[in-house]
């Protein structure tokens, strides 16, 4: 990790350490940009949260997250790419160069900006989630499976994460219960099949958790129907909640221009944002595609972007 001197005004620093960001480091470091990467709350973004790997080309067979993201890592540091630590809790856009301010009182200037800074899951915003969360309420399968070996645990949503979660989770779990919403799954066919597959796995359709029961542990949910109104209680050891994700645009959002959902809106076929010198790459501008390799495609594109941003500038 690399100590950056306060005040330093780098050419290009990129927010955000997964593969977008890493990416984008790889490329402006080639380019001879000497790229400044601030690694947040979630080093590596959320592959390092993910088991194996099985969609990202280059590797025939599964690659575990944190593998993948430790050789991205490697690789932007080979060709120079300086890795610090810090929150940016204050951000000036409104001239060049740019200011960025950290929790700990620091401050960079910088002449381009790319933002990776990614998502963060989503909560269903009930108190006993939050209450409960890290006694038995979890976000991360890959992170907390493991604690529910032999019990009975449920997988909230109907998406990719929630089928694939559910499908991890029955390496350990007695039994997942998918509590879904709907009749009907978000989540491609090929996933759909794997769990209608797997023997472990139950569906409660059309419901809503209404409650997490249980005092110092999950002991269960409170399900609404939302067809017939009825609630039922479900006995259960854990709750993974797996509904998607927000941008996390933090001291950005009211300067860059963004989507209803809170999503940075670039120029169509370009990572530009409205502010000339601010490029955004990844999760944090789409919430459409989301996969490792678009990700990694859009920072290599944010840091073209802000390569002949500079020339044009100089
Ligand atoms: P998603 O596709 O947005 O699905 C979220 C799910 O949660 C939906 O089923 C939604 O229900 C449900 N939901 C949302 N808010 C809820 C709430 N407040 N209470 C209860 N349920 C709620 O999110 P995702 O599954 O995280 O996937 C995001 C993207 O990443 C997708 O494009 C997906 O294909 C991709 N992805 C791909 C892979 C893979 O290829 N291996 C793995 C994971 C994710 P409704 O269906 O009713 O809206």
Redesign the pocket.
């Known amino acids: 990790m690399t100590a950056v001197p306060n005040n330093s005004i780098e050419l290009v620093t990129i927010l955000g350490t997964g593969p977008a960001g890493l990416t984008a480091a790889i490329y402006a470091a080639r380019a001879n940009l000497r790229p400044l990467c601030i690694e947040g709350e979630q080093p590596g973004g959320q592959l390092t949260i993910t088991s194996d790997v099985?969609?990202f080309p280059g590797f025939p067979e599964p690659v575990m997250g944190p593998v993948l993201m430790d050789n991205f890592r490697r690789q932007a540091e080979r060709f120079g790419t300086r890795i610090i630590q810090g929150i940016v809790k204050k951000a000036d856009l409104s001239k060049r160069p740019f200011v960025l301010e950290f929790a700990d009182g620091q401050s960079i200037k910088t002449r381009s900006l790319i933002i990776a800074t990614g998502a963060s899951a989503?909560w269903?915003?009930i108190p006993s989630e939050r209450t409960l969360r890290g006694k038995g309420v979890s976000a991360c399968a890959t992170c907390d499976g493991f604690f529910f070996r032999n019990l009975d645990v449920a997988v909230?949503?109907?998406?990719?994460?929630?089928?694939?979660e559910a499908n991890f989770l029955t390496r350990f779990a007695k039994t997942v219960t998918i509590?879904?919403?709907?009749d009907?799954?978000?989540?491609?066919k090929a996933?759909q099949e794997k769990v209608q597959k797997n023997s472990k796995i139950r569906f409660v359709w059309d419901s809503?958790?209404q409650e997490i029961l249980g005092e110092h542990a999950v002991t269960g949910v409170r399900l609404l129907n939302l067809k017939t109104n009825e609630t039922q209680d479900l006995a259960l050891h854990g709750v993974f909640v797996?509904?998607?994700?927000e941008p996390n645009t933090g001291p950005f959002r009211e300067q860059l221009k963004s989507t209803e959902s809170g999503y940075l809106i670039t120029e169509p076929d370009s990572t530009r944002t409205n502010i000339p010198g601010v490029f955004a790459a990844g999760d944090v501008a789409d919430h459409?595609?989301?996969?490792a390799v678009t990700a990694a495609g859009r920072g290599c594109m944010a840091a073209i972007d802000a390569e002949h941003f500079l020339e044009d500038e100089s």
């Open positions: 099985e969609n989503k269903i915003g909230v949503g109907g998406g990719d994460t929630a089928l694939e509590i879904h919403r709907r009907k799954f978000r989540a491609s996933m809503a958790v797996a509904i998607g994700h459409v595609y989301r996969q």
